[in-house]
Nanobody, 115 residues
Framework: QVQLVESGGGLVQAGGSLRLSCAAS????????MGWYRQAPGKQREFVAV???????NFADSVKGRFTISRDNAKNTMYLQMNSLKPEDTAVYYC?????????WGQGTQVTVSS
């Protein structure tokens, strides 16, 4: 059973940056895709970004041009670099990993952007 642990969340002012990490307990090379969702208070969880095993990426329109996603197979870690943060980016960020039809979730990390 693979486990995912997020880190890097925190409090930042609008316009600032944060880098989230998602560390896997096993080899991430075998995952079809890894990505991020977020959930703001009172809202549904929403897609943020994904990176496939081949390195293709996709982003939600709301974060395009501000967020980048990457993975380091040697460190079994995925990253979400978040720049030009806005108060509306405030949410709990969850990483996930897909292997065949199984999706594994991390426990989440809080990101708070103050205005």
């Amino acid at each position: 059973q693979v486990q995912l642990v997020e880190s890097g969340g925190g409090l930042v002012q609008a316009g600032g940056s944060l880098r989230l990490s998602c560390a896997a307990s096993g080899n991430i090379f075998s995952f079809n895709a890894m990505g991020w969702y977020r959930q703001a208070p009172g809202k549904q969880r929403e897609f943020v970004a994904v990176i496939t095993g081949g390195g293709s990426t996709n982003f939600a329109d709301s974060v395009k041009g501000r967020f980048t996603i990457s993975r380091d197979n040697a460190k079994n870690t995925m990253y979400l670099q978040m720049n030009s943060l806005k108060p509306e980016d405030t949410a709990v960020y969850y990483c996930y990993a897909d292997r065949s039809a199984i999706r594994t979730w991390g426990q989440g990390t809080q990101v708070t952007v103050s205005s």
